[in-house]
């Protein structure tokens, strides 16, 4: 069975010492032969400037770089601008989502969803872009049901998507459903599996909550039982998403993202773990 391939997902820093961070980190990473790493864009484009900093740092040291674009609360106009500042630096992936509307902001511009982005992306440059979606194994917190939220994914992928990337998950089995209910409607696109290292349990309990990632019950009461012991938390961490991501790659997965949270640290002993580091 070939390892699987490795992806890495940063957001663009804020300050020099994150900057500085962030290289180190990236370096590191590097080391695992990734197939591209990618960067945030803030709510209505509030992070552009950084993300094209931080892709382009990302491109100077050889690696692929998939800068997210977020198409709400955005004009055509201002999204043709990005696409064409990331053809002239010869960018060749983005990662097209909805996003979120900014806080304040009351209209959603002149894309309402993602599979618009995509098919705006594709009327303008063609095939030049390799184009990664988002997918939702557990439902997308906004959608009425999973059949309303599939029918969206399929619409991203009709619209021209070339893989797509979950959210990230703890319970497997919703991967693997999520890839059955894909290959039943003939999507035949890479399907990569979010993966999300945990170091603080109120962290992850904010981020779940918001996008709609289910923790399950057991996991809960362990990361629970740990109180501020944030060293037995990540332990603890490591070694559930270690057999997590040996479930998948058992299963058949092919592709793995990592949301590193700008750390490595984590990420690293999973993968030493999983022998896939270099």
Same mark, same amino acid.
């Given at each position: ?10 957001? &663009? ?7 500085? /961070? ?28 950084? #993300?094209?900093? =931080? ?11 998939? &800068? *997210? ?14 696409? /064409? ?16 509307? &900014? ?21 303008? #440059? ?13 439902? *997308? ?20 998507? /070339? ?7 703890? /319970? ?17 696109? &890479? ?61 058949? =997965? ?12 984590? =990420? ?11």
């Amino acid at each position: 069975m070939s390892a699987p391939q490795l992806s890495f997902e940063f957001y &663009p820093p804020k300050t020099p010492e994150g900057a500085t /961070n962030l290289l180190a980190v990236q370096q590191q990473l590097a080391q695992c032969s990734p197939e591209f790493f990618s960067v945030t864009f803030g709510a209505g484009g509030s992070t552009r400037d950084k #993300t094209f900093e =931080t892709v382009l740092q990302i491109k100077n040291q050889g690696v692929a770089a998939a &800068p *997210h674009l977020s198409c709400v609360a955005s004009t055509k106009e201002s999204i043709r601008a990005i696409l /064409n500042d990331y053809r002239q630096h010869d960018i060749r992936k983005i990662v097209a989502l909805r996003g979120d509307l &900014p806080s304040g902001t009351m209209s959603a511009g002149e894309f309402r969803y993602a599979n618009e982005l995509v098919s705006f992306i594709r009327q303008e #440059t063609g095939d030049y872009f390799d184009i990664h979606v988002a997918a939702y194994p557990e439902v *997308h917190p906004q959608a009425a049901n999973g059949v309303v939220d599939f029918k969206n994914f399929q619409r991203k992928v009709d619209s021209g998507a /070339n893989a797509a990337i979950t959210q990230y998950f703890y /319970n497997v089995e919703a991967y693997f459903e999520f890839v059955n209910q894909c290959e039943k409607a003939g999507i035949t696109i &890479p399907i990569a599996a979010g993966i999300m290292p945990i170091s603080q349990y109120s962290q992850l309990f904010r981020f779940s909550e918001m996008c709609g990632a289910d923790i399950p019950r057991w996991m809960r009461k362990r990361l629970e039982s740990f109180g501020d012991d944030r060293q037995s938390v990540q332990a603890f961490g490591v070694e559930v998403v270690t057999r997590l991501c040996e479930q998948l790659i058992d299963g058949g =997965t092919t592709n793995l993202h990592f949301y590193t949270m700008n750390q490595s640290t984590l =990420t690293l002993a999973i993968l030493n773990n999983l022998n896939l580091k270099s």
